[in-house]
Nanobody, 124 residues
């Protein structure tokens, strides 16, 4: 079992930055990949970014490439999402998720463990 707790959400103006954190507990952190997903009101949850268990590989949704950076500190059991150049369309509830394997994925079904989410609101 894995427990995930996100923090760092908030309100920011367009062009601003936020850093989300997700603290994990319950299993050896480096054994599993981590992902960030988001869900805007009235929309499906969508993939944002993923990082392999070792931290050596990452993958991003096209709409955040060049703006968001996922990273992890396995000594602190924490994954981060640095979000720069935020746009109003980035407004959503952001959730972190843990996989059962060290290999990252863009697919929600590959992540059985989810945090409660943290709200990000970007105003124009």
């Amino acid at each position: 079992q894995v427990q995930l707790v996100e923090s760092g959400g908030g309100s920011v103006q367009a062009g601003g930055s936020l850093r989300l954190s997700c603290a994990a507990s319950g299993r050896t952190f480096s054994n599993y990949a981590m992902g960030w997903f988001r869900q805007a009101p009235g929309k499906e949850r969508e993939f944002v970014a993923a990082i392999w268990g070792s931290g050596g590989s990452t993958t991003y949704a096209d709409f955040v490439k060049g703006r968001f950076t996922i990273s992890r500190d396995n000594a602190k059991n924490t994954v981060y999402l640095q979000m720069n150049s935020l746009k109003p369309e980035d407004t959503a509830a952001y959730s972190c998720a843990a996989s059962l394997t060290p290999y990252g994925s863009t697919l929600r079904r590959e992540y059985p463990y989810w945090g409660q989410g943290t709200q990000v609101t970007v105003s124009s």
